[in-house]
């Protein structure tokens, strides 16, 4: 079957998709405002989509996939997306692909262990949604039920699920395609890591504490021993070039008029 090749840019990372027509059609529906420009940077990933007998151009999230290191660089995909990933040349593929949720389980794959290891202008993926603010964005970091989404559709974020952060000098925030994601670039002056709780709090940490705090949020499907040194060095980066807050919110209708308080208080600080 012959392949097409379709570039997408997400957070400053090319990827080179290779796949039949068919399945080059459903992801530029899906990930048209991420396509490259010509002239873009070279890719630096590569990523084989073997399209199945079944498969469905219908919008889709991720499948449930599963995994696993398989050495020192390379992850081996299984369940609902079946394939692989190699670290060290950079090139990956999904066998038997039955809709976009393969091809988003290996991107998002992909993505996580790249970022931290390119050779310029390196980044990581974490848990959150990207909040424009003027010129500058806020990142709302946190796990599942910490009130992304919530703060995502209040505040008009650019996407609500995965955000990725370059610590380049100055802390820079990407959108990325998930949830419904558009593209949007901008230097981040705060990361808002969210929590629920009875006992609410909105504190500044500094140093360590912020490293951790912010590290829990950082997005991993699977631990390589590269990047997880990378990882490291990146996040201690980004706390000495953000502002990190741990904001422990109430539950419920509470929550938003709470945050949206505490922010307009910062704001005015």
Known sequence: MELN??????GGCVA?????????????????????SAGATRPAMVLEIREGELFEPALERDTEAAVEA?????????GGARGGFDLATRRGFVDDARGLGAVDS????????????????RGFLVHGA???????????????????????RALGAACDELVVLRPDGTLT????????????????????????SASPVHQPLRGA??????ARDVVR?????????????????????????????????????????????????
């Open 5 to 10: 090749a379709l570039d997408l840019e997400i």
């Open 16 to 36: 080179q998709l290779l796949a039949s027509a068919r399945v080059c059609d459903s992801v530029l529906e899906r990930y048209r405002p991420f396509v490259a």
């Open 70 to 78: 398989i050495g020192p660089t390379a992850v081996r995909l299984t």
């Open 106 to 121: 290996l991107l998002r794959v992909a993505l996580s262990l790249v970022l931290p290891t390119l050779d310029k202008g």
């Open 130 to 152: 990207l909040v424009p603010a003027g010129d500058e964005g806020l990142v709302f970091t946190g796990e599942s039920g910490a009130g992304k989404s919530t703060v995502a």
């Open 173 to 196: 925030a990407h959108a990325t395609p998930y949830w419904q994601g558009r593209p949007l670039e901008r230097a981040c002056r705060r990361v808002i890591c969210l929590r629920r």
């Open 209 to 214: 504490l912020a490293a951790r705090r912010l």
């Open 221 to 269: 499907y699977v631990t390589l021993p590269s990047v997880e040194r990378a990882l490291l060095e990146l996040v201690a980066r980004a706390c000495e070039q953000t502002q990190v807050i741990d904001a422990a919110c109430p539950e419920g209708e509470a929550f938003l008029p709470y945050l949206t308080r505490q922010l307009e208080l910062r704001r005015a600080a």
